[in-house]
C-alpha cells in the first residue's frame, strides 16, 4: 500500500503477557518513529529510527519497551510482560528523512492495545 | 510538563464560517509545527507545517500563522466544511535540521462543523 501500514490493528492481551506490533513505513522512507496515545492525551513520543544511526529511546517509559527495526524497513515494538496501564492506541510514522525537519511525518492508523 | 498546550478542548462552528485553532507553547528551542488532523479509529493525517523563519503558511483553505515572541500559534479554516469535523492537533519539533524530529504534541481540539 501506499501508506504507513500497522498490524494488528486490535489486540487483547491479559496482564503479564508480552506483546509485538508492527509497522511497515512508506516505501523510501528512511525515518521511522513510534508513538502512543492514551485515553485522552496527545500523542507521546516513544522512540525514533534514522536509517542505520542509532536510535533515539529517549521516550521509552520503560525498559520492558524495546523496538527494532530490520533492514531498514519493518519495525516491531515489543512490550514486555504487559501492564493495564500501557493500554493505548501505539501509532507508527514515517517520514522521507529525520534529517530535514521540514519532511513532515505520516502515521499509521495504529494498533490500540487493551491489556485485561 | 505540557510543552504544547491546546487550551480549547472543543470547538464549534457553523459551515461556511471561519474555525480558528490555537495552540502554545514553552519551549523557545522548538522550530517547526505542524497541525494534524484526526478521525476516530485513524491516524492522525498531516495538514500543514511551518517553520520557525516564517509567520503564515498557506494551503488551500488552510492556513497557520506563526507568533514567536508569543509564542503562539493558530490555524485558520476558512470556508469551514462539515468534513473538517475532527481532532486537530498541533504539534512542535526542536531540531530544525538536527539529528531527530521526534514530536511534541498538544491534547488535540475536538472541531464540529455545524451544517
Known amino acids: 500500500g501506499a501508506g504507513v501500514s500497522q498490524s494488528p490493528s486490535n489486540k487483547v492481551t491479559e496482564k503479564g503477557k508480552d506483546v509485538e506490533l508492527r509497522c511497515d513505513p512508506i516505501?523510501?522512507?528512511?525515518?521511522l518513529y513510534w508513538y502512543r496515545q492514551s485515553l485522552g492525551q496527545g500523542l507521546e513520543f516513544l522512540i525514533y529510527f534514522q536509517g542505520n544511526s542509532a536510535p533515539d529511546k529517549s521516550g521509552l517509559p520503560s525498559d520492558r519497551f524495546s523496538a527494532e527495526r530490520t533492514g531498514g524497513s519493518v519495525s516491531t515494538l515489543t512490550i514486555q510482560r504487559t501492564q493495564q496501564e500501557d493500554s493505548a492506541v501505539y501509532l507508527c510514522a514515517s517520514s522521507a528523512t529525520g534529517w530535514d525537519s521540514n519532511q513532515p511525518q505520516h502515521f499509521g492508523d495504529g494498533t490500540r492495545l487493551s491489556i485485561l | 510538563d505540557q510543552q504544547v498546550k491546546q487550551n480549547s478542548p472543543s470547538l464549534s462552528v457553523q459551515e461556511g464560517r471561519i474555525s480558528i485553532l490555537n495552540c502554545d507553547y514553552t519551549?523557545?528551542?522548538?522550530?517547526?509545527f505542524l497541525w494534524y488532523k484526526k478521525y476516530p479509529a485513524e491516524g492522525p493525517t498531516f495538514l500543514i507545517s511551518i517553520s520557525s523563519i516564517k509567520d503564515k503558511n498557506e494551503d488551500g483553505r488552510f492556513t497557520v500563522f506563526l507568533n514567536k515572541s508569543a509564542k503562539h500559534l493558530s490555524l485558520h479554516i476558512v470556508p469551514s466544511q462539515p468534513g473538517d469535523s475532527a481532532v486537530y492537533f498541533c504539534a512542535a519539533s526542536e531540531d530544525y535540521g538536527g539529528a531527530t524530529n521526534k514530536l511534541i504534541f498538544g491534547t488535540g481540539t475536538l472541531l464540529a462543523v455545524q451544517p
Open positions: 519551549n523557545s528551542m522548538f522550530d517547526y
Open positions: 516505501s523510501g522512507h528512511t525515518a
